[in-house]
């Protein structure tokens, strides 16, 4: 009697979960799959069908998905760049009793909206800004806005607070009795810095990249802001292909293609990283 | 080091001093300096427009946040009674929910709840002359689908780092098995769910992309942002701008200090 009032308590604290984590996660997700074998429907929308040739013109939308499969690995990259030394300095460097309010400081703008903070750099990245100064200063007829360099300067500004704290928080872990070992075996700074510290960060690395690569695949405010049209990503696709042209199964074939990509490539990347960081742990005990 | 880190938080931050600069600005055109004025904070606050974006996306945000607090905060409870199969599959579920980005999230309601309406809504005209249609109540659906992830990994977190024994004292001294919960784990799990309120909240509030495909005829704030960066700014959207951004910085610092005291107090 009493397992059974037990196991109805369960029950009723993880029903309201599983309704929407049904009706509006998995019910929808095999509604996007259906679709993306329909046909348009003369007015726009979907017309029942069994049909793969959405997937096969796939490549109509070849340049979203291009743009997107080379900017985003390429943003990620950059930015991991630029966040390591922030984390590094935040973690090691910096005073341990503002280290925290330090953190959170890089944080914050990436809770607060992306819209203002990407047409903030619309204005300084536009005519009026950056390009004009670079005018005073002798070097003229720079266009930034509206190129892939944009895109890129937007996606570091926009991650770069994403990318931090996990790295962050690898670095703090780590043993600093190690970096003294090092550094008395006889390595230089350099070397410890290589063969200590980068490894053992590595599983904050890829985290944080994983994180962001996740987010510029699918985003749609930064290439739309940032490249004016001219470099769009697959989001930009999607936009149009249900809001504008109203084609919805082809729009639905690019989510899955999307949805299909990142989970791959996920896969992999934690498949690759996974085996790194275990055979690094290994060689270093 | 240090000049790194300083060049860093002044990348970070300059973007966002030129928008709140900007909204004293007396002129009406960007990146123009015309003097000091408030002029642009008083039309944004009697436009009608930002106000009715205002109120719907204030609606939106509480609402998401306080159903996403609540089931959230459940699941998490939830979860830390079963195991095997379902414990898997609501952890599949979670990361799920997390990892689908926003615009295929709102692509996916969209289409759902379009075509759920076309299917019931002959029959529902026919019998009571009612039509269901887009509008807030789906983009908080949506909302809430990502938050209850959220929240249930905070609120997880925290009891997987909480005193077992604090719950057998409990027991050992005749509590009630709610009584144990409203007096021990509740405050307790507080700090996580007040986080994840606020965090949901925030999240609602900003959100572009799920609104901009499922909030049907409403418009929310950053639909109406959006539509008005695309069109050419009007100087309005720095001052409203300058009170959301203040806004959500305040809410994060409210979050953060929640968060940190709760950490003192669980041990």
Known sequence: ?285 | MRIYAILIYIFLYAPIALIVGFSFNAGKYAMDWQGFSVEWYAKAFSNPLIMEALRTSVFIAFSTALLSAIIGTLTALGLERVSGWLRTAFDALIYVAIMVPGIVIGISTLIAFVSFFDLVNPWLTSAWSIKLEMGAWAVIAAHVLFNIAVVALLVRARLQGMDRSLVEASEDLYATPLGTFRQVVLPLLAPAILAGFLLAFTFSFEDFIIAYFVAGPNTTLPIYVFSSIRRGVTPEINAVGTVVLMTSFALLIVAQLILQRGQKTAR
Do not use: C
Request: proline share 6%.
């Open chain 1, 1 to 285: 009697m009493k397992e059974r009032r037990s196991r109805a308590l369960t029950a009723a604290l993880l029903a309201p979960a599983a309704m929407f984590f049904v009706f509006l996660l998995l019910v929808p997700l095999v509604v996007v799959l259906v679709f993306s074998f329909g046909v348009r429907g003369p007015a726009g929308g979907y017309q029942a069908g069994f049909t793969f040739d959405n997937y096969l013109n796939l490549a109509a939308r070849g340049k979203a998905f291009y743009n997107t499969l080379t900017l985003a690995p390429l943003a990620t990259l950059l930015t991991a760049l630029f966040a390591f030394p922030m984390a590094y300095f935040l973690a090691l460097k910096a005073n341990p009793k503002y280290r925290v309010a330090l953190l959170v400081l890089v944080m914050a703008p990436f809770w607060t909206s992306q819209l203002l903070r990407y047409y903030a750099w619309i204005m300084l990245l536009g005519n009026k800004g950056i390009p004009s100064w670079l005018a005073w200063i002798g070097i003229h007829d720079v266009r930034i806005i509206n190129t892939p360099v944009a895109v890129l300067i937007g996606a570091v500004y926009g991650f770069l607070p994403l990318m931090v704290p996990p790295i962050y928080v690898s670095l703090e872990k780590l043993d600093k009795r190690l970096l003294e070992a090092s550094a008395d075996l006889g390595a230089t700074p350099v070397r410890t810095f290589f063969q200590v510290t980068l490894p053992l960060a590595l599983p904050g690395v890829a985290m944080g990249s994983m994180l962001v690569f996740i987010l510029l695949m699918g985003d749609y405010i930064l290439p739309q802001f940032l490249g004016g049209g001219k470099v769009f990503f697959i989001g930009n696709a999607l936009v149009d292909l249900f809001l504008q042209s109203r084609n919805w199964p082809f729009g639905a074939a690019v989510s899955v293609a999307l949805v299909a990509i990142m989970f791959v490539t996920i896969y992999f990347y934690m498949r690759f990283v996974l085996s790194k960081t275990d055979t690094r742990r290994a060689a270093l005990v």
